[in-house]
């Protein structure tokens, strides 16, 4: 049976990860707190808006209402990054050789390992980030689509067109495609060696929390009373096939998902805080947590795929160990 350690925090947890093994709760009011040894917490921001595990999985990376991009590490040090005055940083993306990306208004703002940045404009605003897994090159979310900037060089940006607000993106681990989170409840995607379309509607909710699997086959997706798993086996990814819908639960909304990163397995976290474990292939499911007091916002598994972390609205978070 897996087992349930709890940490009741004060507020809302805007990203739960693992760094270093060890488990990170980020808060919306900017204070950091993580469990080595005993609980402990830093204040980080005045006002925390995103963060996120680096890829190197050493430190945590954060933006916030203050302006500044912080990462705090295990030890507990906290390294400003970047301040960008009054403006929110509103959100933040890991990439590769200690790259990151952050958004600021229209603005995203790429930061090399090295210290030195690259700003890119765009006409409205930025809403999300995300590295390709090959190569360096970054997308960012906008209104009508998505653009991908090569930061290291000085080509033009490739823009991906789709009428309406794209909020989130992510790319495939293969790199072949790009998909997009939507204001209307629909996901949008793109497979770049042609540019061809994606449509992924029906959702009842908008979709806020999305996940590969492993072998990058699966896109697991909140924003129904189940997760949304569409297959990406084929060259044209989704077209043409229906996805699982997995953890099925009446009218009890999906809010996040975390895809295990060896088997074929997705985390499902619900409205009521309840936790699900369900597996692609016949879709068994296995309670992981009871109903709490808050929705799930963020859940990480760690890398041996063995405890899952995850956070609430309300403060209500914990880790489960599936090992019992």
């Known amino acids: 049976m897996p087992t349930v350690a709890p940490l009741d925090l004060d507020g809302h947890c805007v990203t739960a990860a693992f760094i270093g093994g060890v488990p990170f709760f980020a808060m919306a009011d900017g204070t950091v707190h993580w469990l080595d040894h005993g609980s402990k917490s830093a204040t980080i921001h005045d006002g925390l808006l995103c963060a996120v595990a680096d890829a190197s999985g050493k430190r945590l990376v954060s933006g916030g209402e203050d302006g500044?991009?912080?990462?705090?590490?295990?030890?507990?040090?906290?390294?400003?990054?970047?301040?960008?005055?009054?403006?929110?940083?509103?959100?933040?993306?890991?990439?590769?050789?200690?790259?990151?990306?952050?958004?600021?208004?229209?603005?995203?703002?790429?930061?090399?390992?090295?210290?030195k940045t690259r700003e890119f404009a765009h006409p409205r605003s930025v809403e999300g980030l995300a590295f390709s897994p090959k190569g360096m090159r970054f997308g960012v979310a906008r209104y009508n689509g998505a653009t991908l900037h090569f930061p290291a060089s000085e080509g033009r940006p490739a823009e991906l067109e789709w009428a309406g607000a794209h909020t989130g993106i992510t790319f495939s681990p293969d790199g072949s495609f790009v998909v997009t989170t939507m204001q209307?409840?629909?996901?949008?995607?793109?497979?770049?060696?042609?540019?061809?379309?994606?449509?992924?509607?029906g959702y009842p909710a908008k979709v806020k929390s999305l996940s590969w699997s492993a072998k990058g086959k699966w896109l697991a997706s909140s924003g129904a009373p189940a997760a949304v798993v569409w297959p990406f086996q084929g060259k044209d990814g989704p077209m043409g096939k229906a996805p699982l819908e997995l953890g099925t639960r009446g009218n009890t909304m999906v809010t996040s998902v975390a895809c295990h990163p060896a088997e074929d397995i997705v985390a499902i976290g619900y409205e009521d805080g309840m936790v699900l474990a369900a597996r692609f292939a016949d879709a068994k499911e296995v309670l992981l947590r009871r109903p709490g007091k808050g929705a799930v916002t963020s859940m990480m598994w760690d890398d041996e795929g063995r405890r899952l972390v995850f956070g609430t609205t309300t403060g209500d978070c914990g880790i489960i160990d599936i090992a019992g």
């Open 68 to 115: 500044k991009v912080c990462a705090l590490s295990l030890d507990g040090s906290v390294a400003v990054l970047a301040e960008m005055g009054r403006k929110w940083v509103t959100s933040i993306a890991a990439g590769p050789q200690g790259a990151l990306a952050f958004a600021s208004g229209r603005n995203a703002t790429v930061r090399f390992a090295d210290g």
């Open 184 to 201: 209307e409840n629909a996901l949008h995607g793109w497979k770049l060696a042609d540019g061809k379309h994606m449509r992924m509607s």
